[in-house]
């Protein structure tokens, strides 16, 4: 494969430090197997023009074409001269927005993927007033390409936006591990503070030195060394001096990566009050390097940053990164290098990176395969997704495996492997109770740990995938023959990183409406219109590009509520459709050792639900996805729980307050979120929430609650919210469709 990046943004002796980022890039992709040869040409600016016009840079072959974006007839140069320089590639790569200009009106005969980091795009506040403007008119340039990649979901939300169903997708920006420097042992009572990027607005060096000074007020010995350069560095000595801490900021200026490294050694905490970051590379590196960090709330960080080593401050307060400072300081103090640098592990090294743009390249090149180079020979050896791996756990020999493993081989074997994880049992003896036939067709793997949960054998098994897409079974539950086919039938549609499918109750014809999708909807599905939520756990197909973007694993040792925060976050966050009329999975009621039918404490049985309401990613959503979430809690987990304990005996003062706490932080996180509840549904609402109802009453209301089709059940209290989208009416008549629908 032969691949041409383009890109406004690269290293000149101007400007050495421009395009870092599509440096690191380019090598990870020329590191690839697949690749034979990776040139890049420079779209240089006058500004950094530094009069050279062929070079090896790092050992990447440039050719640099003068253009200035601003003038038509220079882009109209330009793209003449690209249209030699990019001949006989298989892909054109462009990096950069600016990069695209050249190739508006002509595209260019490879296969064409973008890569995509402008912060604007997510904060178009940070723009002047003309630029603000413009954008609108800039933005639809990223319809163009055949795929674009984002550096995170936060900028992929809103490239998808204008591109529809044209794939787009996130390659996170490159952040290598290496060697780890230990922790110092603090016995000088001194904290020390490290910041990388530029003196710039958007950074906000001011409110950093700011921070500094208050931090001083409280008592604390601390030092800020702030790595980088720009046209804030003389307001922010002044401020600085203005404040009495110039003896504790230090303005090195631009430093080379070594400086860079030997600071973070040095460090006890990252320190960038950001206003506005897509990637914000230099939090990533900190936190590769083992070092906590404090960080302004908007932008893509709060995708990787996780609680336990981060802080996410959202206002421009002084006073709120102090607080923020020494939470984290006190909280991170017994953690060592290695387990800060693990929450993020290789999950942005170049090999992850360079895999993900060799996928997207082959994806693109067998969608979209072009005369004259070597693109549908690629495609065809390169996708590595013509196979589905479908991972069954397993804990007990008593459970009907053989029937699972049958319907996998013999009804979907064509596009299917299979692996069985045996789970705290030995693999033979589930290889035992197969057919023999189907004993040499499955792939085993031996999980222990000590949980009845199948969260663990679950992430073990796709962990261990041979292929690039995944699927979940129950060892009691099947597939109904083409199901995995036409999951992936809908994947070729639509580009979604999970396609749904449909569920059966016991046997094929009884179809659990569940997601009450719209009834017309064949293309990408939406967390809100599409009542995803209702989806409680990830059944159907997964791209593990998406499950590693992400972060997500079921949660081990859960035996109820393993995987709602995982499909819940995958629907929100990632691509999805509903396989609205293929072949059902079909849920298996003949196991009575289920643990999600064990009667457990409420804070057992909906223990998952805290964790999930205090997750970043669940605080990121739109108010409206949160309220959808909150509902479906309510009415499937909370409600359910409810209504699968109906002796009140069991219901203790314990019980209730706990039951009564847990819809008290819903109805905090997702504010309105009862308001489509039915009259009888808010009833019943009203009892979970004050422990001193009587016990009967709290069941008698359960029990009214499931008369459907009464009108308590139909209307809510409020008639403006009749036509709810949550509302019975809708959510009803949308749950019918789901049933009746045809394949």
């Not at 779209?43 to 050719?63: K, M, S, Y």
């Not at 042992?185 to 500094?212: F, H, M, N, Q, Y």
């Not at 929450?343 to 072009?370: C, D, K, M, N, W």
């Not at 925060?565 to 079909?586: H, I, K, M, N, Q």
Request: glycine residues 8%.
């Amino acid at each position: 494969m032969r691949v041409t990046a383009v890109t406004t943004w690269f290293p000149t002796t101007r400007a050495p430090a421009r395009g870092s980022f599509v440096v690191r890039d380019v090598h990870a992709i020329a590191a690839l197997p697949e690749v034979d040869e990776v040139r890049l040409v420079h779209l240089v600016p006058p500004a950094d023009d530094d009069g050279t016009r062929r070079l090896v840079h790092e050992g990447i072959e440039v050719l640099r074409i003068p253009m200035t974006v601003s003038d038509p007839r220079s882009i109209a140069r330009a793209a003449r001269a690209l249209r030699t320089a990019v001949a006989g590639a298989d892909v054109v790569h462009t990096m950069a927005l600016s990069s695209v200009l050249p190739f508006v009106l002509r595209h260019p005969c490879a296969a064409w993927i973008h890569t995509e980091h402008w912060s604007a795009l997510t904060t178009p506040a940070s723009l002047s007033g003309p630029a603000r403007a413009a954008l609108p008119a800039l933005v639809r340039l990223l319809r163009r390409p055949d795929t674009v990649t984002a550096v995170c979901e936060l900028l992929a939300r809103p490239i998808r936006a204008v591109r529809g169903a044209a794939p787009t997708t996130v390659v996170p920006c490159i952040v290598e591990p290496g060697p780890l420097t230990t922790r110092r042992d603090r016995a000088d009572g001194t904290l020390r503070l490290v910041s990388t990027g530029g003196l710039i607005e958007r950074k906000d060096p001011l409110v950093a030195v700011a921070t500094v000074a208050e931090l001083v007020a409280r008592g604390v010995d601390v030092r800020l060394t702030w790595l980088g350069d720009g046209p804030l560095r003389e307001a922010t000595l002044e401020r600085a001096r203005a404040l009495g801490v110039d003896d504790r900021v230090e303005l090195p200026g631009n430093v080379d990566g070594e400086r860079v490294r030997a600071e973070l050694g040095g460090a006890d905490l990252f320190f960038g009050p950001t206003r506005a970051d897509n990637f914000f590379v230099s939090a990533a590196e900190a936190l590769v390097a083992g070092r906590p960090v404090v960080l302004g709330a908007t932008g893509g960080q709060g995708e990787y940053v996780r609680a336990s080593v981060g802080r996410l401050v959202d206002v421009q307060d002084p006073v709120a990164y102090a607080d923020a400072i020494m939470d984290l300081d006190a909280a991170t103090r017994d953690l060592d290098a290695a387990q800060i640098a693990a929450t993020i592990g290789h999950a942005f090294s170049s090999a992850t990176v360079g895999r993900r743009y060799g996928e997207v390249y082959a994806a693109a090149l067998q969608r979209a395969p072009r005369a004259g180079g070597r693109s549908a020979a690629v495609a065809e050896g390169a996708v590595g997704e013509g196979r589905v791996e479908v991972v069954i756990a397993c804990h007990s020999v008593e459970r009907p495996l053989a029937r699972a493993v049958a319907s996998v081989l013999e009804g979907n074997g064509d596009v299917a492997d299979l692996t069985v994880v045996a789970h705290n049992i030995e693999p033979e003896a589930l290889r035992a109770q197969l057919a023999p036939e189907h004993r040499d067709a499955v792939r085993f793997l031996h999980h222990r740990d000590a949980h009845r949960s199948a969260s663990g054998p679950f992430n073990a098994g796709l962990a261990a995938s041979r292929h690039r897409l995944v699927s979940i079974l129950g060892s009691d539950d099947r597939l109904e023959p083409g199901a995995v086919a036409s999951w992936l039938a809908v994947r070729e549609r639509t580009g979604a990183e999970l396609v749904l499918t449909r569920l059966a109750l016991g046997r094929p014809g009884a179809i659990v409406p569940t997601p009450p999708v719209r009834p017309w909807r064949r293309g990408r599905t939406d967390l809100v219109r599409d009542r995803l939520a209702y989806r409680s756990a990830p059944l159907g197909l997964m791209d593990r590009v998406a499950l590693d973007r992400l972060g997500l694993r079921l949660v081990e040792g859960a035996g109820v509520g393993g995987d709602v925060a995982f499909v819940t976050r995958l629907c929100a966050e990632a691509s999805t459709a509903y396989d609205a009329g293929g072949p059902p999975y079909v849920i298996g009621e003949d196991a009575g050792d289920r643990v999600t039918y064990e009667v457990r404490p409420i804070d057992e049985q909906i223990g998952f639900v805290p964790p999930l309401l205090e997750a970043a990613w669940f605080a990121r959503l739109r108010p409206a996805a949160r309220r959808a979430i909150a509902v479906k809690i309510l009415r499937i987990h909370v409600f359910g729980a409810v209504h699968y304990r109906p002796d009140p005996a069991w219901w203790s003062a314990d019980q209730r307050t706990a039951l009564a706490a847990h819809c008290s932080a819903l109805l905090e996180a997702a504010p309105g979120c009862e308001a489509p509840l039915s009259r009888a549904e808010r009833s019943l609402l009203d009892a979970c929430l004050d422990p001193t109802v009587d016990a009967e009453v709290l069941i008698a209301r359960s029990v009214a609650r499931r008369r459907h089709g009464r009108p308590s059940t139909l209307v809510p209290r409020a008639l403006g919210h009749a036509l709810d989208r949550e509302a019975p009416l809708r959510f009803m008549g949308a749950s019918l469709a789901t049933r009746l629908r045809r394949r």
